[in-house]
């Protein structure tokens, strides 16, 4: 029950909640600090009861419910979805090595200048200016 006194007068005003539960016709005619009544109290429990009993099917549904310390996002993330490869790119031939070059570092922290100068440099490089000759139909033979 939420009730507040006020300081410059000696009446208490209640709020606004509980004068809603009192005009409502819930069985509170007897006035403030009677006991709530019987029906009252049990559809309460059952409703505490019924949303406990939800709340565990869903925990129980979850990726995560067998590990205590971690919590799997459910929701897909259009974001990281962009960065995946549908299929291993050409060098290697399964998804395991392909995983294992992934996760070997570049930077200078952990290799020296020139593979990290190997490792990062463009595949084509030209200088301003450089004039590119157009892709050519005809197949080269040789």
């Not at 200078?108 to 490089?125: G, Y």
Request: with cysteine; proline share 6%.
């Amino acid at each position: 029950m939420l009730v507040h006194e006020s300081s410059s007068s000696s009446c208490l005003l209640l709020s606004f909640e509980m004068y809603n539960l009192i005009l409502s016709g819930n069985c509170y005619s007897a006035g403030l600090g009677a006991p709530e009544p019987r029906k009252l109290q049990l559809s309460l429990a059952r409703a505490e009861e019924a949303k406990q009993k939800a709340l565990i099917k869903a925990k129980q549904k979850r990726k995560d419910a067998s590990l205590p310390t971690v919590m799997i996002n459910g929701k897909r993330q259009k974001r990281s979805a962009l960065l995946r490869v549908a299929q291993v790119p050409y060098p290697f031939t399964s998804r395991k090595q392909y995983e294992r070059s992934m996760r070997r570092p570049i930077g200078p922290e952990w290799n020296t200048c020139q593979s990290v100068r190997a490792l990062t440099k463009k595949p084509e490089l030209t200088r301003a200016g450089a004039i590119i000759a157009p892709i050519s139909t005809k197949v080269k033979e040789g």
